[in-house]
């Protein structure tokens, strides 16, 4: 008990985020051409240096990798959650889509949550933790959005609870664990996740907790403003009581 309140302690120490250098950077002659030619073949593709989701790739970029969509593993109120597979690499993936609305009705909010997604990205694409799920690139099609994420196939904690029952208290001490290392990591980088339920922690095949769903997430120095730090971000029966007061809150 004493190591989880520790844990909960360090948490509060504040540091600033660091960028990560792409992994491709360095690539040229014959190998962009190959990719200039796939690029135009009007393959589904993702640049995993996009930092923004809507603007098209510039040629410039590093080298996209291409990608196909596959069944639909799960659905919202804005857009659907599709499994994906890596076309170079074989690697599953997890693709949330958001249509793009054309008609006036419904454009508004839809854009209102792709500005969500593209905050959601500019979080994720600068985090590496074994626990918290792993972004890897976005893409824009003619009437959709869609975000790239590492496939978890265990999926949420709510739906083991549905299908197992009651977890046995070693479980719960183990996946506790792992979801503070992941908030720890969070908190040292800055950011609040402000959505924290069982939909939105996932795990894998052995076990490993994935925090997942960045929508509602902020960094701390964005909260700092009144609206900010008083805004009713995340799911209502989850919230903390200073959040659904709007009394202010922080990390």
């Known amino acids: 008990m004493q190591?989880?309140?520790?844990?909960?302690?360090?948490?509060?120490?504040?540091?600033?985020?660091?960028?990560?250098?792409g992994e491709y950077g360095g690539y040229g002659g014959p190998v962009e051409k190959i990719w200039s030619s796939i690029r135009k073949s009007g393959i589904g593709l993702f640049s995993r240096q996009s930092v923004r989701a809507l603007p098209?790739?510039?040629?410039?970029?590093?080298?996209?990798?291409r990608w196909r969509k596959g069944e639909l593993i799960g659905c919202?109120?804005?857009g659907r959650v599709y499994m994906g597979m890596n076309l170079d690499s074989g690697e599953l993936l997890a693709i949330k889509q958001v249509s793009i609305a054309a008609n006036?009705?419904?454009?508004?909010?839809?854009?209102?949550?792709?500005?969500?997604?593209?905050?959601?990205?500019?979080?994720?694409?600068?985090?590496?933790?074994?626990?918290?799920?792993?972004?890897?690139?976005?893409?824009?099609?003619?009437e959709s959005l869609n975000i790239l994420?590492?496939?978890?196939?265990?999926?949420?904690?709510?739906?083991?609870?549905?299908?197992?029952?009651s977890f046995p208290e070693?479980?719960?001490?183990m996946y506790t664990k792992q979801l503070l290392l992941g908030l720890e990591y969070l908190h040292k980088n800055g950011i609040?996740?402000?959505?924290?339920?069982?939909?939105?922690?996932?795990?894998?095949?052995?076990?490993?907790?994935?925090?997942?769903?960045?929508?509602a997430s902020k960094k701390v120095v964005e909260l700092a403003t009144m609206t900010g730090a008083k805004s009713m971000k995340g799911t209502p029966y989850w919230m903390a009581p200073e959040v659904i007061l709007q009394t202010g809150h922080s990390l």
Do not use: W
């Open 104 to 142: 006036s009705a419904s454009k508004e909010k839809t854009q209102a949550h792709i500005r969500e997604l593209e905050e959601e990205v500019k979080l994720l694409k600068n985090l590496s933790h074994p626990n918290i799920v792993r972004y890897l690139g976005t893409a824009r099609e003619d």
């Open 76 to 78: 919202g109120a804005f």
């Open 170 to 173: 070693s479980v719960i001490r």
């Open 149 to 165: 994420l590492e496939f978890v196939p265990g999926g949420s904690i709510s739906s083991l609870l549905g299908k197992f029952g």
């Open 3 to 21: 190591d989880i309140f520790g844990s909960v302690r360090r948490s509060l120490v504040f540091r600033p985020a660091s960028g990560e250098d």
């Open 56 to 65: 098209p790739i510039p040629k410039d970029e590093a080298p996209s990798i």
């Open 192 to 215: 609040m996740h402000r959505d924290i339920k069982g939909a939105n922690i996932l795990v894998d095949n052995k076990g490993c907790i994935k925090l997942a769903d960045f929508g």
